[in-house]
């Protein structure tokens, strides 16, 4: 039983106002429970959104730190054998014993002691994004690929996309102006490795 702060008349539990002064009547106890019970949800709330928050946030630094990228990860390979998978070809066995063709990958390898022309689609140090731009290019079907620019002398610390390789600069120019609205900037260069 609770009393009228203000009279002192005496009330019912969960009555709000004095029925002989009007005055309010506190409600210590419920009061106190419901506060508790109203944070809840909100409690519940913040943590899920700092969960996902975090699980996030670990995907993107995965995806940007991931150095996995090398050219021959399965993600860049295609279902269908290589040309030289005929008859005769090796076989690889998975690992219930089926055997399938080799997958080659996507990307356009450059063979380090080779000196000719190509374009360069899109130059940049962030190794991820480039090998995207290079995936995205060879699936629509241009002969594409990713180089090291320290390797071949053409700057420092960057990842250049290439489209193609050429025996004449005209050739790599005359490619370079047919792609230069789906890549804005592209441009024909000689590729050397650095001796």
Not at 106 to 123: E, F, G, M, N, R
Not at 129 to 135: E, G, I, P, Q, T
Not at 150 to 174: C, H, K, P, Y
């Amino acid at each position: 039983m609770t009393t009228c702060p203000r009279c002192g008349e005496p009330a019912e539990p969960g009555q709000l106002v004095c029925l002989e002064c009007g005055g309010r009547i506190a409600l210590k106890e419920e009061s106190g429970e419901r506060r508790s019970l109203d944070r809840l949800p909100a409690v519940a709330l913040l943590l899920c959104v700092v969960v996902i928050g975090a699980a996030a946030l670990g995907f993107a630094l995965s995806e940007l730190t991931d150095d996995s990228g090398g050219d021959s990860s399965a993600s860049d390979r295609t279902s269908e054998p290589s040309p030289s998978a005929g008859a005769g070809a090796p076989q690889t066995e998975t690992e219930t014993g089926d055997s399938q063709p080799p997958s080659k990958s996507l990307l356009l390898q450059w063979p380090k002691d080779l000196t000719a022309y190509t374009v360069v689609l899109v130059s940049s140090s962030d190794r991820p994004a480039a090998r995207r731009v290079a995936l995205e290019a060879a699936k629509s079907g241009l002969e594409a690929g990713m180089l090291r620019s320290d390797d071949f002398d053409l700057g420092t610390n960057l990842w250049i996309v290439f489209a193609g390789r050429f025996d004449n600069q005209e050739s790599a120019e005359r490619q370079a102006g047919n792609l230069a609205e789906r890549y804005p900037g592209a441009y024909a260069t000689l590729v050397k490795p650095v001796s």
